[in-house]
């Protein structure tokens, strides 16, 4: 059955989970506990294991890994320096999370 709430919605991205909103977390605090983000990952995982079985839960973690990773590199990094300059920047942007 169609949700028809979701109908016209444009595809998600993950810029559009990720964009800063300023009044965005009016409701919460400036900072999750990090036991709430494990309690997503975990359950997560566990739903996929039981759904899908171990090996496309690995999968699909690889993947979403993958492209993390990918969105950190092109909004957080500086793509075009030589190699230990990169390696600093790099270093340096992750001490900040």
């Known amino acids: 059955m169609d949700n028809i ?3 016209n919605q444009a595809p998600e991205t993950l810029d559009s989970f990720l ?6 977390r009016d409701n919460l605090d400036n900072t999750i506990p990090v036991m709430v983000y494990r ?6 995982k566990l ?21 993390a990773g990918e969105y950190f590199a092109k909004h957080f990094l500086n793509l ?18």
């Open 5 to 7: 709430f979701l109908k």
């Open 47 to 67: 739903e996929l294991v039981n759904r899908l079985g171990k090996e496309e839960q690995v999968e699909i973690f690889r993947s979403a890994r993958r492209m």
């Open 80 to 97: 075009n320096q030589p190699l230990d300059t990169f390696v600093s920047h790099l270093q340096s942007t992750l001490e900040q999370f």
């Open 19 to 24: 964009s800063y909103s300023e009044g965005g």
């Open 39 to 44: 309690m997503l990952e975990y359950s997560l």
